[in-house]
């Protein structure tokens, strides 16, 4: 939306209403603004015209009549809560505007003010399945010299703010990715590729050029020594508090941190492995966070994934994790007894972040109660565990029981959602508030005699005492009745269809007293009930550094427990460059075929193997074997159990990927090119401790140039790179470089042929494999026989083809030399022109004319073994439309 763009109303016609509109909008051109009038919240000029589209809400005109109606849609103020949740959805801002007077006691135009702008990074969703998510805000600026970046953020709900400094542009956007990022302020000096790309993102960019100086910033930067990073802080801070308008006081301290202290996992290879998002769904479903989540806090669940985003690298930590994860899967029923207790447990985090924002209700704090009252037992179970492993745990866990007494004294268990209505206090705990209750309670009683005297008097007996807002207390009598009544001491107040209502000098006396101490009850009430908030307020520290101990506990728990009914072990962590897993798995498919159905394999790299070289048929294993190897390390490397009978791991700085996930048959090059960017970042960044995993890397171009480059990267990798690298392929001719390339290795995943079907082993042996079965694979897709036996006549013609090329022009062998000078050499560029005229290609009876040619060459350069079935299909396809031509 563009402010400018403002559709005003002219001057002359001009209401002071609107102009009070068109004054808050000026300050907030970029955001829909919700106008309070009443009970709706009214939306004018644009704002209307395209909040009624997103929001599908009748448009509607206000002085319809006169020259310059203006556009207006609104929304009950009940419901206003779903609307805005719609629109920050969908990347836009709100800004609420509220009546800060009651419109019955205002001089003129009502006073209104915005009381929050909500955006993408601030909103706070209750909803149960945000429950598990942070909703991160970014800071991002730039050092003076336009050197690196700092970054800042903050998670508004639970208070977590961190910092700090990022070297690149692609640095930049992995931290954003890992942060799910949906709103990023920034002072507006970006550079301008990087605008771009977080535009392409969806990324909302929100300026802010006034930086706040004021104590709470410089409360909340303490520990930061660096200027970049208070420079990114203080300016995340300053849009907090600009937009917000309110306490944040569950804000932590910022804390400084390094991407270098987590095992680096670029965004490709964060997706592609499927740690916390499931790549088709985009779903937690089927990703490892989704296998390992037991959790019962939704504290723990967002840790959890915190820690999956996040691996370490420092070893006595995980060792740390490992021990007491070892001692949970062995005290079962302690485990339980736990795991049932924190069930107890409420959003501690997100009850701190209401507290401090002022909007925590007296079931809130009940449900703090509540938490609070489980930490005893909590304690207890502890206290029962091995103390040379929980000991420092249990000293950080400050059960906060002082604040579990205050609200067990103050709230009433069965207080209101309101606020402002009474009920909240108990009896007992305030004296004046408890003689305004006896008043009431009198007062209630008072009235109930009355009646009682009155029906006697009268001998009415359906005479009745109500209560209404506008005329207070009165007697209602029926219309049948209205005769018995005595005209000098009743005064008739309203007229109903059936009725009369009536008054008395009598009934209004008392009423004054009773509707004076029922209000001044709950005006008391309120004023108690901010008190105790405020306490609590004041020991928000106290409870956040709870929340992340149970937290703790929480993920430890759920990690004992699924390394439990998974059958994990205890990775041993080792300081030599080896790999060796017995029996290892791949978690999530495990999961979904079923333990049985698994087939477990062995990883095994000594010091000296850099490269295991994986062949085997299409759909035998491969990926999967490689992704499980990578979801191990992760796992390891998270602190928890992994999935093998044992595992003996080095720990890895970074783990690359090119995995399958980019392949799209419709946009070859640009998935090439992705492959290609990938294989890059791998090769410029891999260091002796990192993983890389290459899965049928170069099968995206043509055979030849894919085959050469797949064998230059090896080659790379291997005299310059020593990262441990499985490099998955369908080229046979590759797995020929083990005779020249000392630290590669070949093996292969076994598949048999039985009655001319395939059958899968998806084991793991050493060696090449023999064949590559892709037509027997096509088979299995149910092609048509036909089709099949086609392709077998012309696999046996070109595999003849081959055999006499070799032999009669004295070609190079299938594979080059390893190269000194490790660029990419493409074959293709040096092969041989094909020969038109060879037997072998009459089947497309080709003649003169260059379709045929190209077609002819095509299928004379075409590796079966590097196609899909699918992909097979749609070359025919192709080929069939270029004869037809
Ligand atoms: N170790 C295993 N035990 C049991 N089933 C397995 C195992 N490994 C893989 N599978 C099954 O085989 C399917 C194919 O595996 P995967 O995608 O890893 O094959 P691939 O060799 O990489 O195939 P392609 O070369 O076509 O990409 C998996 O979806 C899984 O169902």
Known sequence: MDGKRGIMAKKATTTPMMAQYNEIKAQYPDAFLFYRLGDFYELFNEDAVKGSQILELTLTQRNKNSENPIPMAGVPHHAAQNYIDIL??????????????????????????????????????????????NNYLVGLTMADDHQCFGLAYADLSTGELKVTRVQTVNAVLNELSRLETKEIVTTGDLPDDLNATLTNLGILKSKQTEFLNNAEVSYLNQNLSDDLEIKTTNLLLSYLFTTQKRSLDHLQIAQPYEVAQFLKLDRNSRANLEITTNLRTQKRSGTLLWLLDNTKTAMGGRMLKQWLEQPLLDRSTLEQRYDKIAILIDEYFTRVALQEKLQQVYDLERLAGRIAYGTANGRDLLQLRNSLRAMPEII???????????????????????????????????????????????????QQLDSYRKVTTNGKQWLADLEATEREATGINSLKIGYNKVFGYYIEVTKANIDKLDPERYTRKQTLVNAERFITPELKEHEQEILEAQTESSDLEYRLFVEVRDTIKTNIARIQQLANAISTLDVLLSLATVAEDYHFVRPELTDEETIDIKDGRHPVVEKVL????????????????????????NMSGKSTYMRQLALTVVMAQIGSFVPASSAKLPIFDQIFTRIGAADDLISGNSTFMVEMAEANTALQNATSHSLILFDELGRGTATYDGMALAQAIIEYVHAHTHAK????????????????????????????????????SHKILDGPADQSYGINVAKLAGLPDSLISRATEILHGLEAQGASVNETENEPEHLAEPSAVYQAQSVAAVAEPVDTTDDQLDLFQIETSQQSQLVAEEVQNLNLAALTPLEAMMKINQWQNQLRE
Request: without cysteine; glycine residues 8%; proline residues 4%.
């Open 380 to 430: 207890d179970l502890l206290a029962d565990l091995d103390q040379t492993i929980f000991g420092d745990f249990i000293k950080q866990l400050d059960p906060v029981s002082d604040l579990e007494a205050l609200i067990t004294e103050a709230i009433d268990d069965d207080a209101p959602i309101s606020v402002t209505d009474g009920g909240l206090i108990k009896s007992g705990f305030n």
């Open 594 to 617: 079923g333990h049985q159905s698994y087939v477990a394999n062995d990883v095994t790299m000594s010091p000296d193997d850099l490269i295991l070289l994986i062949t085997g048929p």
């Open 725 to 760: 690298t499985l490099f998955s392929t369908h080229y046979h001719e590759l797995t020929e470089l083990a005779e020249s390339l000392p630290h590669l290795r070949n093996i292969h995943v076994g598949a048999t042929e039985e009655n001319g079907e395939l059958v899968f």
């Open 88 to 133: 920050v959805d969908q990347g836009y801002k709100v800004a609420v505007v509220e009546q800060m007077e009651n419109p019955a006691d205002a001089e003129g135009m009502v006073k209104r003010e915005v009381v929050q702008l909500v955006t993408p990074g601030t909103r706070m969703k209750d909803s149960a399945d945000a429950a598990k998510e």
